[in-house]
């Protein structure tokens, strides 16, 4: 594992091709809301993903090209160091599936950009562009794509040939912000599960499939 690893001393995270991460498939959404043993696997493999990053000893980057969505956005954004294509598109598409926004909004994304804008972009399905991502406060940097993949690779770099326990031990610190919010994160990835087992990420799926917006029940389930 690269946290026992000693000799290694910064990650980078980046995807070949043009998307970073498209999400998650239609078969995995659709057993989704089959069937409960999927449900709770899904909420510790979530949970796992993100604090495996927050806890993991040595800094890591992210480059991110293209589209980030789901479990690749939430990977991206996590990271100690989030760099970006101008170009790229960040959103986070749960509510428009229909189930909560759960596997790492809750986490960061009121820290990294504020409540109010977290809000408008995670309640109405938003998109944000890379270049809008660091204007937002979402990324550090938002590079042009043809740079995407230097940059990133010179600032890990820079991590590595810096004092190594000085730059674990200040992520540790920091990232103490993000383990406050372990129990809202739980609750949000728990009700985003929760709703996997109702009527919407069914219609969700359908709209996807066909190619249509999604005609959720003009009902509040309470």
Known sequence: ???????????????SGKTFSA????????????????????WREA???????????????????????????????????????????????????????????????????GMAKAKYHLLLNEPVTGEMAEQLGLVALAVDESELQDKALD?????????????????YTLNNWLR????????SLALEMLGFSGPDPQEGLASFRERRPPAFPRKAPF
Request: hydrophobic residues 50%.
């Open 1 to 15: 594992m690269v946290d026992r690893d000693r000799e290694t001393l910064a990650v980078l995270l980046c995807a």
């Open 23 to 42: 999400g998650g498939s239609f078969e995995m959404v659709d057993n989704l809301t089959r069937s409960f043993d999927e449900r709770a696997n899904m």
């Open 47 to 113: 949970r796992d993903l993100i604090f495996n990053i927050i806890n993991c000893s040595k800094p890591i980057v992210s480059a991110v090209q293209g589209a980030a969505v789901g479990a690749g956005l939430a990977a991206a954004l996590v990271c100690d160091i989030p760099i970006v294509a101008k170009t790229a598109k960040l959103v986070d598409g749960h509510v428009r599936l229909g189930v909560a926004a759960g596997d790492h909004a809750a986490i960061i994304w009121p820290l990294l950009c």
């Open 155 to 171: 600032v890990a770099t820079r991590l590595a040939d810096g004092a190594p326990a000085a730059i674990q031990w200040t992520k």
């Open 180 to 187: 406050m919010m372990g129990p809202t994160f739980d609750a």
